[in-house]
């Protein structure tokens, strides 16, 4: 038996950071001028594992105060059961919203913990059902310039060679639609002739809005819409995914399995999304995969793409794995053994890393750390 198979877990530390963007974003329904990440460590065996969760620093107390004891104790290698035992903990305090990031983050950290107690990456120990991990580029912000949308698009297509870049539009909650056309337009123009083009409306129109939209956005060859109505809109979405030409996308916000099998049975979507980093972390993003399986649809994996990359090579209705600005900017500075998307894909694993294969520069994250009351330990 290797060494620190039936190790327990001894302790959780949570740490927060906030990095300033670097330049004023905003989508069709919110602006922003930095990201949070909540980072939990999970020490067992004389090793750690990482995960992490974006959204706000008050996440970092769910961990202490409401999923430590849960988890502490337990034989390391058990991460389905941690993650059960966590879910059953927040019954009362509530599943949705930072509590489920809260859970992702540790349930994350402990697979990349499993995977350095066994010496394995982690696409290894889950089985790998491809070599590579497709990607789209991600940002385009509303708040962007003309030049910048331009330099960006252009360094994901033509620069780095990704195939597939996205922007936001859905502007002032759907009130600059002719500005919305006019970028899509533009970038459509910045892009490679064979290069797919996608929009993300984060809920900006309304039903009717959208299917117009939708025609428009046809003709200028995208292919896909994502929440072109608010994702809690499920007959909405399902009468804009019956009208439109481009695929409707979303899924993002789902912050447990009920969730995915309600929008996927639904007819909602053509590509299910589901975020590792809110959803329940690879444990439930795994199952929520699954669930698009059965009923046909692939899955697009959500922001966050290093927490991502290994689950996305384990299943095979994998359509591609969102490579977003805000959060590639932070990873790649915050963790040795960031990937590469050159090409348009990922190969993860290959290196022989375990776990995620990352770790963490103190050095590089320290000067954006937020204080913790307690110091972030449980």
């Known amino acids: 038996m290797t060494l620190g198979q039936d190790a327990a877990i001894e302790r959780i ?3 927060v950071y906030t990095v ?4 004023p974003e905003a989508d069709g329904t919110l602006a922003w001028n930095s990201t949070t990440m909540v980072l939990a460590q999970v020490f067992a065996g004389g090793v750690n594992g990482l995960g992490w969760t974006y959204g706000a620093a008050a996440t970092a107390q769910v961990i202490t105060d409401q999923l430590a004891e849960a988890v502490v104790g337990r034989r390391a290698l058990d991460v ?3 993650n059960e035992a966590m879910s059953r903990a927040v019954r009362n305090a509530g599943r ?13 950290a402990l697979w990349d913990l499993k995977g350095h107690l066994l010496g394995l990456p982690l696409v290894s ?5 491809r070599q590579e991990v497709p990607v789209y580029g991600s940002g385009g912000f509303t708040t962007y310039s003309d030049e910048q949308l331009e330099r960006q698009l252009r ?20 009130h600059n639609t002719s500005r919305d056309l006019a970028r899509t337009s533009a970038a459509r123009a910045s892009i490679a002739d064979d290069a797919e083009l996608y929009v993300d409306a984060n809920g900006g129109y309304t039903r009717k809005q959208a299917i117009r939209i939708g025609a428009a956005l046809a003709n200028l060859g995208v292919s896909w819409f994502e929440e072109p109505v608010s994702s809690d809109d499920l007959p909405g979405l399902r009468q804009v995914r019956d009208t439109v030409q481009p695929d409707v996308a979303a899924g993002e916000y789902g912050y447990d399995l009920p969730y995915f099998a309600r929008m996927a049975t639904a007819g909602a979507v053509d590509c299910l999304q589901a975020d590792i980093t ?10 929520a995969a699954a669930t698009a399986q059965a009923l046909g649809l692939d899955i697009s994996g959500h922001c966050a793409p290093h927490a991502h990359a290994h689950a996305a090579a384990a299943v095979p209705n994998l359509r591609h794995l969102e490579w977003f600005h805000d959060h590639v900017r932070i990873e790649q500075l915050f963790f040795d053994g960031a990937l590469d998307p050159a090409g348009g894909s990922l ?7 375990p776990g995620l294969g990352l770790e963490l520069r103190h050095d590089r994250a320290e000067r954006y750390r937020v204080p913790l009351r307690n110091g972030g330990t449980a």
């Open 13 to 15: 530390e949570v740490s």
């Open 20 to 23: 300033p963007t670097d330049a």
């Open 80 to 82: 389905p059961g941690a």
């Open 96 to 108: 949705p919203g930072l509590v489920a990031g809260a859970i992702s983050a540790v349930d994350i």
């Open 125 to 129: 120990l889950l089985g790998a059902a």
């Open 155 to 174: 360094h994901w297509n033509r620069e780095q060679g990704i195939p597939r870049v996205k922007i936001k539009i859905g502007e002032s909650w759907g």
């Open 278 to 287: 809110r959803c329940g972390g690879v444990t439930v993003w795994l199952r």
């Open 347 to 353: 190969t993860v694993g290959a290196d022989g890393r």
